[in-house]
């Protein structure tokens, strides 16, 4: 087994990314940045799921298990107060399963108005001494971690693109409703929610679209004319319609940040502490 190059000189160079430049030519730099109960995607649980959107928990364990790691700061008017949240435990449910039951376990606002929201984190196998990172996903059927096929994963990739596509033409169709049955909105809002994981683009957006539908009295919406829904729903057809950029602006704040480029060489993953001082690197092959 032999460390990846690019591994190998961030590791020796922990406070210095440019010195790696030549070895991180090509390739994607994933910066995770250390989380803060201030920062923009603080109401966010990181929910760990395979690339099939299944929950997985974390490595090594892969339990299920889903933890918030600060107190939810609930309004006084709801009576609940600041307090701790969770676990949950969501071995064998998918990603939106997962999040209705972390949402239905925490029913009130934060002091900021905010409910809490779910960020979907794809999880794999990281070898403990190349540090490469190995595609995963929860087998069902035998309750156990394993190793996809590459024919597995792109029959899969197949086929949410064609799922994609028919989300893509149900929401346009929505768009044009007068008298949109809400729970017609409520299956968009969940296939949504699967279908952008991991897209930073949209960090927010899901999560704003089911507040829409919340704050909506009655059984139908004219989406025609809800100022919310005719902004956000177009925004996740784009989303949903280009491939995702790996060209995005690192946010010190987020869960997952973005940065550097890539044109599917492979990607570096980079944890640093709140001094951006490297603390730990893993590398993901290909652009899968």
Not at 61 to 74: I, K, L, N, P, T
Not at 102 to 117: E, F, H, L, M, W
Not at 208 to 225: E, F
Not at 242 to 248: E, G, M, Q, R
Request: charged share 20%; proline share 6%; net charge negative.
């Amino acid at each position: 087994r032999v460390v990846d190059a690019a591994v190998l000189c961030l590791t020796e160079n922990p406070r210095d990314l440019s010195a790696c430049a030549d070895e991180l030519e090509g390739l994607t730099v994933i910066t995770v940045h250390p989380r803060s109960p201030d920062d923009p995607f603080y109401n966010q649980v990181v929910v760990p799921v395979d690339y099939r959107g299944s929950v997985l928990g974390v490595q090594p364990v892969f339990d299920g298990m889903v933890r918030y790691m600060f107190e939810w700061r609930g309004n006084d008017a709801d009576g609940l107060g600041v307090r701790r949240v969770g676990p949950w435990n969501c071995q064998g449910l998918t990603d939106v399963q997962c999040c209705d039951l972390i949402q239905a376990s925490v029913p009130d606002r934060d002091t900021k108005g905010n409910y809490i929201d779910c960020w979907f984190q794809e999880s794999f196998y990281k070898d403990p001494f190349t540090k490469k990172m190995v595609k995963i996903f929860y087998n069902e059927a035998s309750k156990t971690v394993s190793y996809p096929s590459t024919e597995e994963v792109e029959a899969f990739q197949a086929q949410e693109a064609a799922n994609n596509a028919q989300l893509v033409k149900d929401i346009d169709t929505a768009l044009h409703m007068t008298a949109c049955p809400k729970q017609l909105l409520w299956a968009i809002y969940t296939k949504i929610r699967h279908a952008v994981r991991g897209n930073a683009s949209v960090q927010k957006d899901p999560q704003k679209i089911r507040d829409a539908l919340l704050s909506q009295t009655g059984t139908t919406i004219d989406v025609t004319q809800n100022v919310y829904l005719q902004t956000l729903l177009p925004k996740i057809v784009s989303a949903l319609s280009s491939p995702l950029d790996p060209t995005i602006v690192s946010v010190s704040s987020s869960p997952l940040d973005r940065s550097s480029t890539s044109n599917g060489n492979g990607t570096i993953v980079v944890v640093v502490d709140e001094n951006d001082n490297i603390i730990d690197v893993s590398r993901r092959q290909g652009s899968g």
